[in-house]
Protein backbone atom coordinates (compact mmCIF):
# COMPACT_ATOMS: atom_id res chain seq x y z
CA UNK A 1 0.00 0.00 0.00
CA UNK A 2 1.04 3.32 -1.00
CA UNK A 3 -0.09 6.38 1.63
CA UNK A 4 0.11 9.90 0.34
CA UNK A 5 -0.34 13.00 2.53
CA UNK A 6 -0.55 16.67 0.82
CA UNK A 7 -0.12 19.43 2.98
CA UNK A 8 0.22 23.54 1.60
CA UNK A 9 -3.62 24.75 -0.47
CA UNK A 10 -5.12 27.51 1.01
CA UNK A 11 -6.45 31.07 -0.23
CA UNK A 12 -4.12 33.46 -2.22
CA UNK A 13 -4.82 36.62 -3.96
CA UNK A 14 -4.32 36.82 -8.09
CA UNK A 15 -0.57 36.95 -8.70
CA UNK A 16 0.80 35.25 -5.02
CA UNK A 17 2.11 31.80 -4.33
CA UNK A 18 1.82 28.75 -2.80
CA UNK A 19 3.80 26.16 -1.90
CA UNK A 20 2.72 22.22 -2.69
CA UNK A 21 3.87 19.29 -0.27
CA UNK A 22 3.34 15.31 -0.79
CA UNK A 23 4.86 12.91 1.27
CA UNK A 24 4.65 9.39 0.35
CA UNK A 25 5.20 6.38 2.96
CA UNK A 26 4.34 2.50 2.90
CA UNK A 27 5.53 0.65 -0.26
CA UNK A 28 7.01 3.29 -1.85
CA UNK A 29 9.88 1.25 -4.00
CA UNK A 30 9.66 0.98 -8.29
CA UNK A 31 8.02 4.60 -8.18
CA UNK A 32 8.11 6.09 -11.52
CA UNK A 33 6.58 9.02 -11.58
CA UNK A 34 4.85 11.44 -9.03
CA UNK A 35 3.31 14.60 -9.74
CA UNK A 36 0.08 16.37 -9.42
CA UNK A 37 -3.33 16.56 -11.10
CA UNK A 38 -6.16 19.00 -10.41
CA UNK A 39 -9.88 19.28 -10.75
CA UNK A 40 -11.83 22.36 -10.84
CA UNK A 41 -15.95 22.01 -9.71
CA UNK A 42 -17.71 20.74 -12.79
CA UNK A 43 -14.85 19.72 -14.62
CA UNK A 44 -12.05 16.62 -15.01
CA UNK A 45 -9.27 15.92 -12.83
CA UNK A 46 -6.48 17.46 -15.32
CA UNK A 47 -2.60 16.76 -15.04
CA UNK A 48 -0.63 19.49 -13.73
CA UNK A 49 2.75 18.38 -13.57
CA UNK A 50 4.91 14.94 -12.92
CA UNK A 51 7.98 14.22 -12.07
CA UNK A 52 9.85 10.77 -13.20
CA UNK A 53 13.99 9.89 -13.44
CA UNK A 54 13.30 10.99 -17.06
CA UNK A 55 12.66 14.10 -16.60
CA UNK A 56 9.45 16.84 -16.26
CA UNK A 57 6.56 17.69 -17.79
CA UNK A 58 4.10 20.68 -17.55
CA UNK A 59 0.79 21.48 -18.89
CA UNK A 60 0.56 24.34 -21.10
CA UNK A 61 -1.47 26.39 -18.93
CA UNK A 62 1.00 26.39 -15.89
CA UNK A 63 4.41 26.25 -18.05
CA UNK A 64 6.53 28.77 -16.26
CA UNK A 65 4.65 29.68 -13.73
CA UNK A 66 4.89 25.99 -11.75
CA UNK A 67 7.61 24.70 -10.72
CA UNK A 68 7.59 20.67 -9.40
CA UNK A 69 10.58 19.27 -7.79
CA UNK A 70 10.97 15.78 -5.54
CA UNK A 71 13.23 15.18 -2.77
CA UNK A 72 14.13 11.32 -3.07
CA UNK A 73 15.56 11.15 0.71
CA UNK A 74 12.21 12.02 1.97
CA UNK A 75 10.26 10.50 -0.58
CA UNK A 76 8.67 13.38 -1.07
CA UNK A 77 7.20 15.90 -4.01
CA UNK A 78 6.56 19.35 -4.05
CA UNK A 79 4.61 21.99 -5.70
CA UNK A 80 5.88 25.90 -6.10
CA UNK A 81 3.02 27.85 -7.59
CA UNK A 82 3.51 31.64 -8.81
CA UNK A 83 1.91 34.19 -10.14
CA UNK A 84 -1.14 32.52 -9.16
CA UNK A 85 -4.68 32.65 -11.46
CA UNK A 86 -8.29 32.96 -10.53
CA UNK A 87 -8.23 30.02 -13.12
CA UNK A 88 -6.16 27.97 -10.91
CA UNK A 89 -8.22 27.33 -8.86
CA UNK A 90 -9.38 23.90 -7.98
CA UNK A 91 -8.57 20.59 -5.69
CA UNK A 92 -5.05 19.58 -6.31
CA UNK A 93 -4.03 15.86 -6.37
CA UNK A 94 -0.84 14.23 -5.42
CA UNK A 95 -0.23 11.34 -7.57
CA UNK A 96 2.19 8.33 -7.55
CA UNK A 97 2.98 5.47 -10.05
CA UNK A 98 4.34 2.63 -9.42
CA UNK A 99 4.34 -0.72 -11.32
CA UNK A 100 1.32 -0.05 -13.56
CA UNK A 101 -1.30 1.42 -10.69
CA UNK A 102 -2.25 5.10 -9.46
CA UNK A 103 -2.24 6.47 -6.08
CA UNK A 104 -3.67 9.47 -4.88
CA UNK A 105 -3.78 11.96 -2.22
CA UNK A 106 -6.80 13.22 -0.41
CA UNK A 107 -6.36 16.57 -1.94
CA UNK A 108 -5.98 20.42 -1.08
CA UNK A 109 -7.74 22.86 -1.96
CA UNK A 110 -6.30 25.86 -3.66
CA UNK A 111 -8.44 29.01 -4.31
CA UNK A 112 -7.45 32.14 -6.01
CA UNK A 113 -9.71 35.17 -4.94
CA UNK A 114 -8.98 38.96 -4.34
Known amino acids: QVQLVESGGGLVQPGGSLRLSCAAS????????MGWYRQAPGKQRDLVAI??????VYADSVKGRYAISRDNAKNTVYLQMNNLKPEDTAVYYC?????????WGQGTQVTVSS
Open 95 to 103: NLKRLGADY
Open 51 to 56: ITNSGT
Open 26 to 33: GSIFSIYA
